[in-house]
């Protein structure tokens, strides 16, 4: 990607594990970044990494407006989520429960930041596999199974109503480092390597709207990203 001199981004959830690869993406592409998180220990790596750390709660709705505001930025990146970091399914009732708050509140709080902060683009991570029932492979036009995806649905249009460039990307189910499987793993895989590349694009190609992010297996169809956004499933990044 080309660089970016003097541009701005702003990283909700900077260091998981696509927010992490994401940002060691950008600062290589010349991007000042900031980012958040929750953690002390976390902030100190990413401090070391190159990104300028902000340690906030996104359910703190003021201080989250204050940060942004403070960050300038000229794209928002939401890869917020709030589930464990391994998959056991005795966690996994209250971490729906959770990630659900996260999609809905945290949203709504990181769309009003992005607003106050008069960004020009806001991206935000959503999921491919809530799709309702029917024709495969699934094309973003496709509807959500409002039955099980209640959440998703409401992230996605605090998205796309706010008045921003609103861009949405539908991640297929992600493998690869500090993930819950390192290789491919039910429907709809995609590494989380080419998941952060995939953001990396949306910030400053294509038009705003949704976007499948998977490799392709009969499950959904990604061929909106490959054209618009030049996104290959293949990407890995530079060791």
């Not at 991640?171 to 953001?199: I, K, Q």
Request: proline content about 5%; overall charge positive.
């Amino acid at each position: 990607m080309a660089s970016r001199p003097n541009k701005s981004v702003f990283v909700a959830g900077a260091s998981g594990a696509i927010g992490s690869v994401l940002c060691k993406l950008l600062l290589a592409d010349g991007w000042r970044v900031v980012g958040t998180t929750r953690s002390t220990a976390n902030a100190s790596l990413l401090s070391v990494m190159g990104v300028e750390p902000v340690i906030v709660d996104v359910y703190d709705r003021h201080a989250l407006i204050r940060a942004t505001r403070a960050a300038q930025p000229d794209v928002v990146v939401h890869q917020l989520t709030d589930l464990p970091k391994t998959f056991n399914s005795e966690s996994m009732a209250a971490a729906r429960q959770r990630n659900a708050r996260m999609r809905e509140i945290g949203t709504d709080n990181l769309v009003a930041a992005s607003v106050a902060a008069k960004a020009k683009r806001l991206v935000a991570q959503s999921i491919a596999f809530a799709y309702a029932p029917g024709l495969r492979p699934y094309s973003e036009t496709a509807p959500l199974d409002l039955s099980t995806a209640s959440a998703v649905a409401k992230l996605e249009a605090l998205v796309l109503d706010c008045g921003l460039e609103g861009v949405i990307l539908r991640y297929g189910r992600l493998y690869g480092p500090r993930t819950w499987t390192e290789g491919p793993s039910g429907e709809a895989p995609v590494h989380v390597e080419a998941a952060a590349d995939a953001a990396r694009r949306a910030m400053t190609l294509g038009t705003p709207g949704t976007y499948n992010i998977a490799e392709e297996d009969g499950t959904v169809t990604s061929a909106k990203a490959r054209a618009e956004l030049g996104w290959n499933a293949d990407f890995r990044a530079a060791p």
